[in-house]
């Protein structure tokens, strides 16, 4: 729905509260559920993707509390003043110690369809499941799991009542397309606020670590993308840019070695004019581009790369598959590459 790096004012507030974005996230998608008709059908008809026909919501309350003291993030009522639909607000906190099973036992026993749906990060949703899952089978007596349209349910015992999955992703979705179709152009101002807030939490969280993580590879893919940062540049240095005074693709005569807060690299000069750090920049690349390897440009050299490359920042193309000399000739003739068009 968004494109990468894509900031709003709701995700900039929410920066500056840490601790406090699912509280705004809450709020935010509590807010326009309440206000757009076309955003509480598009719920609605996720839920029967998952096999529940709730009916259309009639209103929207945020932050409801229950009689044993829980706070539901977001209830939603039928036009009988039931709550047909609960929905709890997640992004990187843990389950509460009444999640799921509290909120379960608060769904009506009315022999209508009635949803407890949990909403969270894409990357998070596979185990989440599995601990509410595992919370559940606790107390309730689930049926098979189900997988459809990126939504994840289960039925409570035997009845109507339904425990469901989604992410953001998936949710604000159905949300923009209902509202752009009903022309709710109020809505989708509103939705592209909160995926805008939803993207930069996904792209700026610690995520769960994976036991796979933590194996031998990992490191030795950042040692080689160290040796792979010198040997491309002490190359560079032996190569000549046509027509230039200074003959070199790449200078480091008075520069340093120096590794940043965001990976290991150094600076130097390409085309032997243009001012730029080399090296891992993990902050590129879990926002703008999947490749580990990047040049940064600075001071005038940030025009000149604005002009000739479309940024201050260039990700570099790394073959996959192949031998280690094959990616550092790859890495070089990009350099050469980039030092021609910055010097045309």
């Known amino acids: 729905m968004v494109a990468g790096g894509r900031d709003s004012v709701l995700a900039h507030v929410a920066w500056k509260f840490p601790g406090q974005t699912e509280t705004l996230a809450t709020e935010a998608l509590g807010y326009i559920l309440a206000r757009s008709v076309s955003s509480r059908a598009a719920l609605c008809e996720t839920l029967r993707t998952g096999g529940a026909g709730v009916p259309l919501l009639e209103r929207v309350a945020t932050e409801v509390i229950g009689k044993q003291g829980e706070r539901l993030d977001l209830v939603g009522f039928d036009e009988s003043n039931t709550?047909?639909?609960?929905?709890?607000?997640?992004?990187?906190?843990?389950?509460?110690?009444?999640?799921?099973?509290?909120?379960?036992?608060?769904?009506?026993?009315?022999?209508?369809?009635?949803?407890?749906?949990?909403?969270?990060?894409?990357?998070?949703?596979?185990?989440?499941?599995?601990?509410?899952?595992?919370?559940?089978?606790t107390c309730f007596d689930l049926g098979p799991d189900t997988t459809v349209g990126g939504l994840r349910s289960v039925a409570v015992d035997g009845s109507l009542r339904r425990l469901m999955l989604t992410s953001w992703r998936i949710l604000l979705g159905a949300m923009a397309s209902r509202?752009?179709?009903?022309?709710?152009?109020?809505?989708?101002?509103?939705?592209?606020?909160?995926?805008?807030?939803?993207?930069?939490?996904?792209?700026?969280?610690?995520?769960?670590?994976?036991?796979?993580?933590?194996?031998?590879?990992?490191?030795?893919?950042?040692?080689?993308?160290?040796?792979?940062?010198?040997?491309?540049?002490?190359?560079?240095?032996?190569?000549?840019?046509?027509?230039?005074e200074e003959p070199k693709v790449v200078s480091t005569e008075g520069l340093q070695v120096r590794p940043r807060s965001y990976g290991y690299g150094r600076y130097i000069r390409i085309g032997g004019m243009y001012y730029a750090w080399f090296g891992v920049n993990h902050e590129l690349w879990a926002r703008q581009k999947e490749t580990p390897l990047w040049l940064r440009f600075y001071e005038d050299a940030a025009e000149a790369a604005q002009r000739t490359l479309g940024g201050q920042s260039?990700?570099?193309?790394?073959?996959t598959g192949v031998e280690y000399d094959a990616v550092l000739d790859s890495v070089v003739g990009e350099l050469q590459n980039i030092a021609k068009k910055v010097n045309s």
């Open 83 to 137: 709550e047909r639909v609960l929905i709890e607000v997640k992004f990187w906190a843990g389950l509460t110690d009444n999640q799921p099973n509290t909120y379960l036992c608060r769904l009506p026993k009315d022999g209508e369809p009635a949803v407890l749906l949990f909403v969270a990060p894409e990357q998070r949703l596979e185990a989440l499941w599995v601990e509410i899952l595992r919370r559940a089978a």
């Open 179 to 244: 509202a752009s179709i009903d022309r709710d152009v109020s809505a989708q101002g509103d939705i592209l606020q909160l995926d805008a807030l939803c993207e930069r939490e996904d792209s700026e969280a610690f995520l769960p670590i994976r036991e796979e993580e933590f194996a031998p590879a990992v490191p030795r893919r950042m040692l080689g993308l160290k040796r792979l940062i010198d040997d491309a540049t002490d190359r560079g240095r032996t190569l000549e840019v046509a027509n230039r």
């Open 314 to 319: 260039y990700g570099f193309t790394l073959p």
